[in-house]
């Protein structure tokens, strides 16, 4: 199996590379210590998503860790029923243990986004932050999300652009065993996601976050990397190359630069079902 082919295999997904919290944190990790946007993603979408109806029914697919509602918990409306849903238990469990401490009621559910165990017009949100690019039947998914909204009810898709960490793709491709890699290969995107979301819901805006990276350390970089690809598979020769580029560009410059391109879709369903 390529690279590429693994970006939406759910059973590699959720048996290998988000079998736990472990490699995801390792991503994030690198964007809480390093972004130079000191507002946060976290709080950006949360500003969003208080714009929303209150009090509503809300459904997070690939919810992972629960990071956004453990750093937000203040802010969320009391009038919020919460469903926190992921195709990996893993996550599931990283989720509750993470918010069961916050005294907040979440409801915790394996669900693969594709077919949503619930009735038509049931959510007055759906969030998918990060995610769509993981899932195999994107229409059949966006299909779902809007057959459990209700009239008027909003989707929030977070996603990234094609430029987002073209430096540190440059690394992943060094990297990789395999050489048709394309890294960061996202079949939904800043670039290309309105043409897939717009058969589906007939209002969306998209908006981008500014932010960019500003590493100053190299362990952090590689460990995201080997959140991506296993350290076992990168070529000796290849390791030490990647290493040696951070250390020089470090020692030049002081920083290593990542461009960062996020943002989020926000659709709202029409009153009336199409």
Partial sequence: MTMASKFTDQTFLRTDQYRNASNLNARVNIHRRFST???????????????????ARLLELGSGPGYLWKDCIERIP????????????????????????????????????QSVPYPDGTFDIVLANYMLYHVP?????????RRVLKPGGYLLAATAGQGH???????????????????FNNPFNLDNGLEQIKPFFSSVEIKRYDDNLRVTEIEPLMAYIFSTIKANDIPESALAEIRQELEDMLSQKGEIFITKDAGLFLARKCEKLP
């Fill in 37 to 55: 946007n000191p507002y946060g993603w976290f709080n950006w979408v949360f500003d969003i998503l208080e714009t929303l109806p209150d009090p």
């Fill in 165 to 183: 960490l073209a430096e540190l793709n440059h690394w992943l491709k060094k990297a990789s065993p395999d050489k048709d890699f394309i890294p």
């Fill in 137 to 145: 039947d994107r229409p059949k998914a966006l299909a779902e999300i």
């Fill in 78 to 113: 009391a009038g919020w029923n919460i469903t926190l849903s992921d195709l990996s238990d893993g996550m599931l469990d990283a989720a509750w243990r993470n918010l069961v401490v916050t005294g907040r009621a979440f409801k915790f559910e394996q669900m693969d986004a």
